[in-house]
């Protein structure tokens, strides 16, 4: 099913796609790039990117991005399994990404409706309803997951196969506030941070994509690294937009090769100050790992025992982060 995808989406490249929608666009003078007006919003200066070389599109007006099948999903408001159909009826479609956007929506429903998991959220110091809804962020109260997408058509075997339930039928996720892992413009995971006292993080099986929301923070010639989503949460609220995630402290080839795509890119690493070092030998690691491609690199010093979310909840704001950049710059 993946394999007809990609072939899908190799015989009907993107931007002849948006050629015969009448879309008109100019080389920005990077190698593959090219930018127009947005397709999917109203604007008066060019802000929608194509890179042709990946077959992806990003717009920094309204924040979408993704490949072919995700802009028709866009475009003419279908599904995934109906923009499929739209390009090409032969096509096979039963997508993980497909089944995963199903079950993120739901979750993102279920947050309004369950306070304890509001409360959570400004305990975290997440508190801004706009970004919440941004980063798709949801509730998995857990017992009810399966009969949501099973009414959907999707069988039990696909949803147990994808870890959306276990073998008994339970939901995996319970009791959990979700985040959505993108890659392109699709779900490719689900993380789960429990609002109890079970195990704290949970992913469901497989990739968990690249550097997080890297569509719209590849444009900066300056990023911050962050171990965790709520570090993110925390830090794109107090207006570091500039900021990803690798979901851990060790990253992936794919993500290294993200962070040095642009040459001579700052990145500061911001990771836990921990008591035992773990953070800060990790950030040792990273940082001499990432100059051997070419980058130029910070390591930004949290107090003792701080990581990025627990330095804003406890009154930090954005000007005293700011100060601790420069003073990774200088060092």
């Known amino acids: 099913m993946g394999d007809d995808l990609e072939r899908l989406k190799q015989r009907i490249p993107l931007l002849d796609y948006l050629r015969k929608q009448n879309w008109t666009a100019r080389p920005t003078g990077r190698a593959s790039e090219v930018v127009g007006l947005c397709p ?39 599904s995934f399994r109906q923009s499929v159909a739209y390009l090409d009826p032969q ?66 075997d696909l949803l147990q196969r994808l870890g959306l339930i276990h073998a008994t039928g339970h939901d995996t996720f319970y009791q959990r506030v979700v985040f959505p892992c993108y890659q392109d413009g699709r779900i490719v995971n689900l993380y789960g941070r429990c609002t109890g006292t079970a195990f704290a993080h949970r992913f469901l099986p497989g990739s968990k994509g690249g550097l997080f929301a890297w569509e719209s923070v590849c444009q900066y010639s300056s990023v911050i690294l962050v171990e965790g989503l709520f570090d993110l949460a925390v830090l794109w609220q107090a207006g570091f937009s500039n900021t990803t995630c690798a979901l851990g402290t060790h990253l992936t080839p794919a993500q290294l090769g993200q962070l040095s795509g642009q040459p001579g890119r700052r990145v500061y690493i911001l990771f836990d100050r921990d008591e035992n070092q773990a953070g800060q030998h990790a950030s040792q690691a990273l940082a001499s790992q990432l100059q051997q491609t070419g980058l130029t690199v910070a390591m930004v010093s949290l107090p003792d025992g701080l990581d990025p979310n627990s330095y804003f909840v406890t009154g930090a704001q954005a000007a005293d982060l700011t100060l601790l950049l420069q003073e990774a710059e200088s060092r």
């Open 40 to 78: 999917l919003h109203s604007e008066t200066r060019p802000s929608f990117y194509v890179n042709t070389r990946k077959n992806v599109f990003y717009c920094h007006g309204c924040g979408k991005g993704g490949d072919l099948i995700r802009f028709v999903e866009l475009s003419r408001s279908l």
């Open 91 to 156: 096509t096979p479609v039963e997508a993980p990404s497909a089944v995963l956007e199903q079950a993120a929506d739901f979750y993102q429903q279920r947050l309004e409706h369950h306070p304890e998991a509001l409360q959570y959220l400004k305990q975290r110091g997440l508190h801004d309803p706009d970004l919440i809804h941004k980063l798709h962020i949801g509730y998995a109260p857990g017992g009810n997951l399966r009969g949501h997408l099973m009414a959907q058509g999707y069988s039990f």
